[in-house]
């Protein structure tokens, strides 16, 4: 039971009875409730900003984490570029110079993305930029490893031609230095020994005994093995592939016959002095793409730099020819 209060009024000299107004009573109430509405907006505001809930808390961790997987993602895409730029550097200047192909033009393999924007999707995070940064990179770094795969492809592809090249390019002298008797005549105007003019001497002429082993230059295939050529006796062609063609005349006998394949230092033939010949020797031609080539260039397979010098020398002598 609520207590009854009272006040003493002078004018009648008598205590009344304090009677409080339902107006008042309401706006006193209201003002209660409005000052508790405002403390407690206060008490969240403070809190929420001074003091984290749990679930902020596991946000925060949250997006901490990501962060660090974000810088972690970019190092690593940092040092794939670096990788990648060796590759791609010694690609254009080492794989395809020595390939004989054209370097990847840079901007082939920096090539960006054109039209529409690719990220909008990513727009509208606090951290959309750095979103978009990263997917943008590894686009670009996606787009280059494509492009390299490519190149190194082509260059696979290339390296295995070149070493056909390489197996097929007469690069061996025909005649063994140890059956040699001495190199007679080397390639350039030499005296025809029939003759006594100067002619152009278009192959080289090596001096051995009747039935020393003639010996395949490079790979390839014989395209004829018979004496139907002026001059040449019994002679072998060999086609090796592009556009070289290797002649071996004035044979005692064969050893192969006409389509028959074979690999550089398979026993062709021996050494003879049929069709124009003066005396038992070889006379050895290289033809690339139907011209004669001086083939004392293409011994580096089986000389040594001694040998080789001692064979340039004596090569270039103007002495007589053999045929």
Known sequence: ??????????????????????????????????????????????????????????LKRELTNMQLQFDLLNKKMSEAET????????????????????????????????????????????????????????????????????????????????????????AIQPVSNKDLTRMASGYGMRTD??????KMHKGMDFTAPRGTPIYASGDGKVIRADSGSSGYGKHIRIDHGFGYVSLYAHLYKYNVRKNQKVKRGDLIGFVGSTGRSEAPHLHYEIRKDGNNINPINFYYGSLTPEEFNKLLEHASLENQSLD
Not at 193 to 198: E, L, V
């Open 1 to 58: 039971m609520s207590k009854v209060k009272y006040y003493y009024d002078s004018e009648s000299l008598s205590y009344r009875k304090i009677e409080r107004k339902k107006r008042k009573t309401f706006k006193f109430i209201m003002v209660f409730l409005l000052a508790s509405a405002l403390f407690a907006f206060l008490f969240v505001f403070i809190a929420g900003h001074y003091f984290e809930s749990p679930k902020e808390k596991a």
């Open 83 to 170: 990788v990648l730029a060796n590759i791609e550097d010694r690609d254009n200047n080492i794989y395809r110079v020595y390939f004989e192909a054209n370097p990847i033009p840079e901007e082939q393999r920096r090539a960006g993305f054109g039209g529409i924007n690719r990220y909008k999707n990513l727009e509208g995070y606090d951290n959309s930029s750095l979103i978009a940064e990263t997917s943008q990179r590894l686009d670009v770094l996606q787009k280059q490893i494509v492009v390299q795969s490519k190149s190194l492809d082509e260059i696979a592809i290339l390296a295995e031609e070149k070493e056909k090249l390489l197996a097929a390019i007469p």
């Open 193 to 198: 020994p029939f003759t006594k003019a100067r």
